[in-house]
């Protein structure tokens, strides 16, 4: 066996033990172009598009346009970048991308709604069963191994939670990521300008804050519970009449142990030492 063949051969063993589960991101798979943008375009992808842009139409129309608009940034952002395009998984972007706002339904009986939980984990956690329904009916179940769903719904859940998927899965972080890029100071040069342009003019931003009031301020009045620890509790306090969450923040959750450890232990004397920092760890 020639040198060069050994060479080629370990190398062909060395990218088999270092692919991802699925290798979307390594393999070529198909492209289209959408608003300018190069974006993957396989038939799950295809099939959440459809979906984005069918389901909304009656009643949240800015919807498809901001989950356009967030998987389109993203796509530019990471097209921008040949690192980024060779290793994330595009599928799982794109994907998440466009099922990252499912908890925002307000559809009678949504599937993707529910009283207990916040619209940030309602959303992961049905973009995961959206996808397993897919597959079960489509095909390509065993692609979408337990992983690659816990990426999408990972990217998803923590979409307010910031900073928090800094340390994740890239292919999280870059879902939480290109939904950041709705929310701009100023344009990401990521991005680019003649992007920014084309991806605006094909998928208007006119009404996304509005919606965005409307919805939040909807979830404070239908399930008001799961909003008193969260940022949605603002939109009730500011706008629904009768909200309150006094006595269900997390503040006073804590106020409450207080009250009763002390009544509890009222001789154990609480002495906190300050060290030479004055407490603070950033010193
Ligand atoms: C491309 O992305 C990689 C991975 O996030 C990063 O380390 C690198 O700095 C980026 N390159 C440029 C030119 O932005
Ligand atoms: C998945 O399919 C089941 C059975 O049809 C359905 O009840 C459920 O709502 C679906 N879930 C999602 C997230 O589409
Ligand atoms: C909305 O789109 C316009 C271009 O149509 C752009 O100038 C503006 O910055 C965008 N606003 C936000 C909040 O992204
Ligand atoms: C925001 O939503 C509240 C509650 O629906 C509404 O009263 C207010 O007018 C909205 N603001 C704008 C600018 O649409």
Same mark, same amino acid.
């Given at each position: ?5 050994? !060479? ?26 959408? !608003? ?22 009656? *009643?949240?129309? *800015? ?48 599937? *993707? ?19 397993? @329904? ?29 900073? !928090? ?29 003649? @992007? ?21 301020? @909807?979830?404070?009045? *239908? ?56 407490? @603070?760890?950033?010193?």
């Amino acid at each position: 066996m020639k040198f060069s063949s050994i !060479a080629s051969g370990l190398a062909l063993a060395g990218a088999a033990v270092a692919a991802p589960s699925t290798d979307f991101a390594l393999a070529s798979y198909p492209t289209t172009t959408v !608003a300018g943008v190069e974006v993957i375009d396989t038939p799950i992808v295809r099939a959440a598009r459809s979906f984005i842009e069918t389901y909304y139409k009656d *009643y949240q129309p *800015y919807l498809t346009n901001h989950l356009y608009r967030t998987w389109l940034f993203g796509a530019a952002a990471i097209n921008n970048n040949a690192t980024l395009k060779a290793t994330l998984d595009l599928e799982v972007h794109a994907v998440g991308c466009m099922l990252h706002d499912l908890g925002w339904d307000i559809k009678p009986h949504s599937p *993707y709604t529910t009283a207990t939980y916040t619209f940030e984990v309602d959303s992961g956690r049905f973009a995961m069963d959206w996808i397993k @329904n897919w597959t079960k009916v489509n095909g390509g179940a065993a692609a979408w191994d337990e992983v690659r769903l816990q990426k999408v719904n990972l990217g998803i859940m923590l979409q307010t939670f910031i900073g !928090a998927t800094d340390f994740v899965f890239p292919d999280s972080m870059w879902i939480t990521k290109s939904v950041g890029f709705e929310f701009p100071v100023g344009e990401s040069p990521l991005i680019g300008s003649k @992007n920014y342009d084309n991806i605006w003019k094909a998928y208007s931003n006119s009404t996304l804050f509005r919606g965005t009031n409307y919805t939040f301020t @909807n979830m404070a009045v *239908y399930k008001p519970a799961a909003t008193y620890t969260t940022f949605i509790s603002d939109f009730g306090k500011n706008y629904v009449k009768g909200y309150s969450n006094a006595g269900s923040t997390l503040f006073d959750l804590i106020q409450g142990g207080l009250k009763g450890e002390v009544a509890e232990y009222p001789n154990v004397p609480f002495v906190q030492k300050i060290p030479p920092n004055g407490g @603070n760890p950033l010193n």
